[in-house]
C-alpha cells in the first residue's frame, strides 16, 4: 500500500482506482458477453460444425457428397413421373451420365468453388459477430 502525503495525492489515487474498476467492469462485461453467447445452443452447434470443417478431408467429403447428391436428385427429378415416356428414360439416363462425367471431371474446381463460399461466408459470419460486439460495448 502507498502511503499518500497530502489530499491532492488521495484524490489522484482514488481517481485511478476508480478508472481502474471501470476497465475491469468493461472487461468483465465482455467476457460475460463472450460466455453467454457460448452457450447458446446455436452457437454450440456452429462452433461443433466449424471444428468439423476445418479439417480439409472433411471438407472435401462434404463437398463431393453434396455434389452427389445433388446430381441425383436434378436427375431424379427428370426422371421421376407417374408417366414416363421411353424418351424421357433415356434423356434422364443420358443426363445423368453427363452430370456424373462433368463432375467427376472438374471436381477439383468444383471443390475450390465450394471452398471459397464456404471462407465467405465464415467471413461474413465472423463481421457480423464482430458488429454485435462493438454494439454491445457501446451499450
Request: glycine letters at 2%; aromatic letters at 2%.
Amino acid at each position: 500500500m502507498v502511503e499518500l502525503k497530502n489530499i491532492s495525492e488521495l484524490l489522484l489515487a482514488i481517481k485511478r482506482l476508480e478508472e481502474l474498476k471501470s476497465e475491469q467492469r468493461m472487461v468483465l462485461k465482455f467476457k460475460m458477453n463472450d460466455a453467454y453467447q457460448s452457450t447458446k445452443p446455436i452457437n454450440l452447434i456452429r462452433n461443433t460444425l466449424k471444428e468439423a470443417s476445418e479439417t480439409i478431408s472433411i471438407n472435401d467429403t462434404i463437398i463431393s457428397s453434396g455434389l452427389s447428391l445433388a446430381a441425383g436428385y436434378l436427375s431424379e427429378k427428370l426422371i421421376s413421373s407417374k408417366k414416363i415416356s421411353k424418351t424421357k428414360k433415356v434423356i434422364g439416363s443420358v443426363m445423368m451420365m453427363v452430370l456424373s462425367n462433368i463432375i467427376s471431371n472438374n471436381a477439383e474446381s468444383i471443390k475450390n468453388l465450394g471452398s471459397s463460399l464456404i471462407s465467405l461466408l465464415k467471413a461474413n459470419r465472423e463481421n457480423k459477430q464482430r458488429n454485435e460486439k462493438e454494439e454491445f460495448a457501446t451499450r
